[in-house]
């Protein structure tokens, strides 16, 4: 599985990655990016936890 | 380069003008000293927006805990929280800790509680309608956070007067130091007894509240001590309680003295609540500093802050900052050059518009921001909805105060009286 982050969605609350920050990060552009390509069964369970805490709603797991 | 014009003593920050006015202060040192090193205290005093932004955002400079996270640790032995998650400086540890309850207070699990937040705000409205003239800080502000962190939690609802005491005797321990703190101490202790049962119940049989999570979680399969749990919730309800009520009074004390005019715009659109939510977070905020401590050696300005040493960022003073906000000294609900909306943990928005400091940025963002400006503007707003036309009892009011800013006294009016017909 892997992340998908909806830009236009997203108000840059920065919640994914100040708690996960080995999966999420600030692109060269200040824009939240998926540092991990392929997701590990751990890493899902991370992703999940971003995904409650993402305040606009803007992650998703994809296959 | 840097122009001492007016110098700071820094006996300054213990004096009681301190305490009431700090603003002037802060002036001076965003004008003459920004990065200014208090020789008499042992502590790098921050003070301007753009810097105190920079230290939130860089955690490989800037730490909350001096220690190793990794090392060893004599837990709260002193402290009224006892263990708790803020010790645990930018480690994993802290978190992992902060994620077990993170999503109550954020997102889906906010949204989920609000109806809650509601009943229990339209509860305590209830109980004040018919008395005509109420003291703000006593009657409502003080007892309405406390009641909703420990309904999240999930004690029980006829426990929870006797909650609001010891709460009360934890936030004075907390404030004041000195004889409160040993009182501070023994409510703690009151409480941990009464935990006791509690956690033992949720460590046999799930239960699906706060405490039975923060009880169940895990981290490399090990679960949390009682003492720690007990810390985690001690903190909750300090935290997720007083900086709160403190919160709601100063709104209040905004729209009755500082500016009634705009009083008069928010009591024809209620929306506006949320703008003085934002607005009293800048001016006023309730906290008005945090402490980091350097990891290595930060050059800053020309100045350079040697590692190890205590840096104080005074977001109080970074809100004033006149090189971002206009007319910093002026409540204005309407303001066009900041974010007045819900903050964000990153500090950074889509408007591009600076947003206030009052919650810190970064790693340590107030963990509860998103149900204190919920809980604020619910309470307000349902206030205002039952008073319909409030007004202060008294035309004089000493203003807000906190007991002591540096040790991390929180800045709200002593008492609020407030009328209506």
Known sequence: ?63 | MTDIAVPVDPREFDSPEFQRDPFPVYRRLRDNDPIYHDRFHNRWVLTRYEDVDAAFQDNESFDRAVYDPDGPYEFGSSHVFGPNILEYGNSDRHRWLRNIVANQFVGKGLTEFIPIIEQIAAELIDKVSDDKRIELVEAVSTQFPIRVISNMLGLPREDEDTFVGWYQALIAGLGFGGEHLARGIAARNEMWSYLDPLIDDRRRVHHDDLLGRIVEAELDGVRMSDDEVKGFIALLLAAGGDTTDKAIANMWFHMLYTRPDQFEDVKRDPALWDNVFAEMMRYDAVVHIQTRYTTREVPMRGKVIPERAQVRLYLGAGNRDERVFADPDTFDIHRTDMHMGRENRSGRYRSQLPGHLGFGIGQHFCMGYAMARQEAVIASAKLLEMMGDPRPTVADHEGIISPSIDSGGFRTPRELWIEWD
């Open chain 1, 1 to 63: 599985m892997r992340v998908q982050i909806d830009l236009d969605a997203c108000i840059l609350a920065g919640e994914c990655i100040y708690n996960h920050p080995a999966l999420f990060g600030w692109d060269e552009h200040d824009q939240p990016v998926a540092l991990v390509p392929e997701l590990t069964a751990d890493q899902v369970g991370a992703v999940e936890q971003a995904i409650s805490v993402c305040p606009s709603g803007a992650i998703a797991l994809v296959d």
